[in-house]
């Protein structure tokens, strides 16, 4: 740490994180002099603000003031610290999964609202890939007809043999990260071209997969347009249904994201209050996981 102060000369501190306490408030207390050279220094002060890294560990940013005596006019400075930031942690781990892939596809799975999309698209963007989803690209061979639409006018059998197409075309292709349709784990031949790439659950609990399409709305989910009650019990009902039927096929994946493992082990009571960039880093770790047990590769 810099400090400059006054018409003093710049200062080198190194703080070990034995050398404080965290107050509740978040404050820190130092339980000692900084450094005996520096005894000069009166006072330092600190506000932390806990940074939840996801790479299962816990650092702090914190802003720092000090003073010195004998001096005329104090002068502060403040200076706050970053040392790692999500970003940086998911542009690591990309850089050390994205040679061993050899441009296979990344096909991600899931119930409806497990947060495909979301996480596609950042791991499209980390490993430098492109992202597509088996949705549109169906909506987009009918014409531009939405799912629901297409349930509607043709039927679920319609629109499950127009996934297939697409996915057998997506299986020819590399470089690419596609989220799938909720359902498209129940016909065997959907996995024997998901199998030509690498296939990764997104593992959610049913409470919180409710919530999320509660909070958003059931008019885009065709399967659930003929349950009762509110958008919760709805939601909630329905899923513990295909919970039932589709919970064997999730399985056939090469890797799994547990948001109920992944929110313990960060420390976290609810897995909404995990962000996309945890459950991303969490879906590059198995990855490689996955990698290392197939190809006999190790980056540690």
Same mark, same amino acid.
């Given at each position: 740490?810099?400090?400059?102060?006054?018409?003093?000369?710049?200062?080198?501190?190194?703080?070990?994180?034995?050398?404080?306490?965290?107050?509740?408030?978040?404050? &820190?207390?130092?339980?000692?002099?900084?450094?005996?050279?520096?005894?000069?220094?009166?006072?330092?002060?600190?506000?932390?603000?806990?940074?939840?890294?996801?790479?299962?560990?816990?650092?702090?940013?914190?802003?720092?003031?000090?003073?010195?005596?004998?001096?005329?006019?104090?002068?502060?400075?403040?200076?706050?610290?970053?040392?790692?930031?999500?970003?940086?942690?998911?542009?690591?781990?990309?850089?050390? &999964?994205?040679?061993?892939?050899?441009?296979?596809c990344i096909?991600?799975?899931?119930?409806?609202?497990?947060?495909?999309t979301t996480?596609?698209?950042?791991?499209?963007?980390?490993?430098?890939?492109?992202?597509?989803?088996?949705?549109?690209?169906?909506?987009?061979?009918?014409?531009?007809?939405?799912?629901?639409?297409? +349930?509607?006018?043709?039927?679920?059998?319609?629109?499950?043999?127009?996934?297939?197409?697409?996915?057998?075309?997506?299986?020819?292709?590399?470089?690419?990260?596609?989220?799938?349709?909720?359902?498209?784990? &129940?016909?065997?031949?959907?996995?024997?071209?998901?199998?030509?790439?690498?296939?990764?659950?997104?593992?959610?609990?049913?409470?919180?997969?409710?919530?999320?399409?509660?909070?958003?709305?059931?008019?885009?989910? /065709?399967?659930?347009?003929?349950?009762?009650?509110?958008?919760?019990?709805?939601? +909630?009902?329905?899923?513990?249904?295909?919970?039932?039927?589709?919970?064997?096929?999730?399985?056939?994946?090469?890797?799994?994201?547990?948001?109920?493992?992944?929110?313990?082990?960060?420390?976290?009571?609810?897995?909404?209050?995990?962000? /996309?960039?945890?459950?991303?880093?969490?879906?590059?770790?198995?990855?490689q996981t996955?990698?290392?047990?197939?190809?006999?590769?190790?980056?540690?």
């Open positions: 740490m810099e400090a400059n102060l006054g018409h003093l000369q710049y200062l080198s501190i190194r703080i070990d994180s034995g050398m404080f306490v965290t107050k509740p408030s978040g404050s &820190v207390r130092f339980l000692q002099p900084i450094s005996d050279q520096h005894k000069p220094l009166p006072l330092v002060s600190a506000f932390q603000q806990p940074l939840r890294l996801p790479n299962r560990c816990r650092t702090v940013s914190f802003g720092a003031s000090c003073y010195r005596e004998n001096i005329s006019g104090l002068t502060l400075e403040t200076e706050n610290f970053h040392p790692f930031d999500e970003d940086l942690l998911l542009k690591n781990k990309s850089h050390e &999964v994205q040679p061993h892939l050899n441009g296979r096909y991600l799975v899931g119930m409806m609202g497990s947060g495909k996480i596609g698209k950042i791991l499209a963007k980390e490993l430098s890939y492109t992202f597509s989803d088996s949705d549109t690209l169906v909506e987009q061979e009918v014409g531009g007809t939405s799912v629901a639409e297409i +349930f509607k006018l043709h039927g679920e059998g319609f629109f499950r043999d127009k996934e297939t197409e697409v996915l057998r075309k997506l299986s020819l292709m590399h470089g690419f990260v596609i989220s799938t349709g909720g359902g498209i784990v &129940v016909r065997p031949i959907n996995w024997k071209y998901m199998q030509k790439g690498i296939s990764i659950w997104l593992d959610v609990p049913l409470e919180a997969l409710a919530k999320r399409i509660a909070a958003v709305g059931t008019d885009s989910r /065709p399967l659930l347009h003929h349950e009762s009650g509110n958008a919760y019990t709805k939601a +909630f009902r329905r899923l513990s249904i295909l919970q039932e039927e589709r919970g064997d096929a999730y399985t056939n994946a090469n890797a799994k994201v547990c948001l109920g493992s992944l929110a313990a082990k960060l420390g976290l009571s609810d897995v909404c209050n995990l962000t /996309p960039a945890d459950i991303a880093l969490e879906a590059l770790v198995q990855i996955f990698l290392e047990q197939e190809d006999g590769y190790s980056t540690s």
